[in-house]
């Protein structure tokens, strides 16, 4: 089993439309929860964390934590052709800083 | 604020050759922290480093790397003899003391022939 799991996608949404982006975890020592994201080419770009049970919002941006169930996840309101790109989902290992990346998921915005 | 800095963004090495990567985090961060990414994968990390401390290596190939963060200057990661499945995207993150939240530079893109 990976440490981090997110479907490979691509996800295909229309504008203005809900993405919602998935991600469960192994490790159940992970306490922070990070979600980036990375244009083809580029490097990853922080879009949010999470740390607590959950919801936290961020201007279009929502992330949801269920600890107990090892799951987190990214909704992305009023999609745009310029979010299409990969979200990587990275929880922090309680006894470490490092981050440990799923292989992300692509996200498509149709225009 | 200038972010991470990585240089050189794109470095081309005959095999056996040594390969340096430096990065320079953000003012007043100390801590640096460098992953690489295949072709088609995911982040992988490699070590974690405060200001003359390797406080994490434990993703880095046992072989060839080696990661430094002196007192003074940037970061260097090392890797030498290099191979073709070296090719990669290698790159820096940092973060301030205390916090956890890592903000990655531009990268630099080995290709080895």
């Known amino acids: 089993q990976k440490e981090v799991e997110q479907n490979s996608g691509p996800l295909s949404v229309p504008e203005g439309a809900i993405a919602s982006l998935n991600c469960t975890y192994s490790d159940r020592g992970s306490q922070s929860f990070f979600w980036y994201r990375q244009y083809s080419g580029k490097s990853p770009e922080l879009i949010m964390f999470?740390?607590?049970?959950g919801d936290k919002e961020d201007g279009r941006f929502t992330a949801q934590l269920n600890k107990a169930s090892q799951y987190v996840s990214l909704l992305i309101r009023d999609s745009q052709p310029s979010d299409s790109a990969t979200y990587l989902c990275a929880p922090r290992v309680d006894s470490s800083y490092k981050l440990i990346f799923g292989s992300g998921t692509r996200l498509l915005v149709r225009p | 604020n200038a972010g991470v800095m990585q240089n050189p963004r794109h470095l081309v090495r005959r095999r056996g050759q040594e390969a340096r990567l430096r990065c320079s985090p953000m003012k007043g961060h100390s801590h640096v922290y460098w992953y690489r990414q295949l072709p088609e994968e995911g982040l992988k990390f490699m070590v974690y480093l405060q200001k003359e401390n390797i406080i994490d290596e434990s993703g880095m190939p046992k072989e060839r790397f080696s990661a430094e963060f002196p007192k003074e200057g940037p970061s260097i990661l090392r890797i030498q003899q290099v191979v073709r499945g070296d090719s990669a995207a290698y790159f820096c993150a940092s973060s301030p003391l205390g916090e956890e939240t890592q903000y990655f530079g531009p990268g630099t893109r080995l290709l080895v022939l």
């Open positions: 999470i740390y607590s049970n």
